[in-house]
């Protein structure tokens, strides 16, 4: 639950930083060397619709078992993840990795994909207590006998 909360406040504030410099996102972007013009602002648009989603969820609901705030978490984690690790393996400068917008920003670095890294362990941390957690509806259900899984 603690990893929910602090993970939902990271991705509420960075959309919000994202959103607030939204002008300056297409650039940011485009300088990962992937994407740019159209593809770049659709880029950031789904970035900080997806940080959004999952940061306001995880917030509002961090009991919540339901794997979808996980899934859209996980998306975005591996975006930024693929944008960082190609970006660096190809020796581009990226003066600003864009994850606050034009907010505390961070060159391009170890540091960085080390922070995309652990993003990564928190996503797979996530998605595993998620399959292996059973619902308290099921729990409630074996333990009233009324557990029907047919194999």
Same mark, same amino acid.
């Given at each position: 639950?603690?990893?929910?909360?602090?993970?939902?406040?990271?991705?509420?504030?960075?959309?919000?930083?994202?959103?607030?410099?939204?002008?300056?996102?297409?650039?940011?972007?485009?300088?990962?060397?992937?994407?740019?013009?159209?593809?770049?602002?659709?880029?950031?648009?789904?970035?900080?619709?997806?940080?959004?989603?999952?940061?306001?969820?995880?917030?509002?609901?961090?009991?919540?078992?339901?794997?979808?705030?996980?899934? $859209?978490?996980?998306?975005?984690?591996? $975006?930024?993840?693929?944008?960082?690790?190609?970006?660096?393996?190809?020796?581009?400068?990226?003066?600003?990795?864009?994850?606050?917008?034009?907010?505390?920003?961070?060159?391009?670095?170890?540091? $960085?994909?080390?922070?995309?890294?652990?993003?990564?362990?928190?996503?797979?941390?996530?998605?595993?207590?998620?399959?292996?957690?059973?619902?308290?509806?099921?729990?409630?259900? $074996?333990?009233?006998?009324?557990?029907?899984?047919?194999?």
């Amino acid at each position: 639950m603690v990893l929910r909360i602090v993970l939902g406040a990271v991705y509420t504030a960075m959309a919000i930083g994202q959103l607030a410099s939204f002008g300056h996102m297409p650039a940011i972007l485009s300088a990962y060397g992937l994407v740019a013009g159209v593809a770049a602002t659709a880029l950031a648009a789904a970035l900080i619709f997806g940080e959004l989603v999952c940061g306001i969820w995880f917030l509002a609901r961090p009991r919540s078992k339901l794997l979808a705030p996980v899934w $859209v978490y996980t998306a975005v984690s591996v $975006v930024w993840a693929v944008l960082a690790v190609q970006a660096y393996a190809r020796g581009l400068t990226v003066a600003n990795c864009g994850c606050f917008g034009i907010y505390l920003t961070q060159r391009l670095s170890w540091f $960085v994909l080390f922070q995309d890294a652990l993003t990564l362990l928190y996503a797979g941390l996530l998605l595993r207590h998620g399959r292996t957690a059973p619902s308290r509806e099921h729990a409630d259900r $074996v333990e009233a006998g009324r557990d029907v899984r047919i194999p």
